[in-house]
């Protein structure tokens, strides 16, 4: 018989916090889309997406340009 393996709860931040770690994602990654290095229209990025059990942590995100982070979904 195949038992499910049970689900790990994810990290999801509050709204006040997320900003608080968006911010911080951005200064780490110096303001640059990490993909091709624009430092305009910069939106953060969930590597592992959130509807694939991605959690809002700092090693999760990335910082990316609309149009890579466009290509990436």
Known sequence: MNRAQPK???????PE???QL????LRRDGWRC????TTSN?????KE???QSGNDSEQNL???CTTCHASVH
């Open 8 to 14: 790990h709860p994810r990290l999801r931040l509050a």
């Open 22 to 25: 968006r911010n911080q994602v």
């Open 62 to 64: 990335i910082t990316l």
């Open 42 to 46: 910069l939106e953060v990025h969930h």
């Open 49 to 51: 997406f959130r509807s």
């Open 17 to 19: 916090l997320y900003a």
């Open 34 to 37: 990490q993909a091709c290095g």
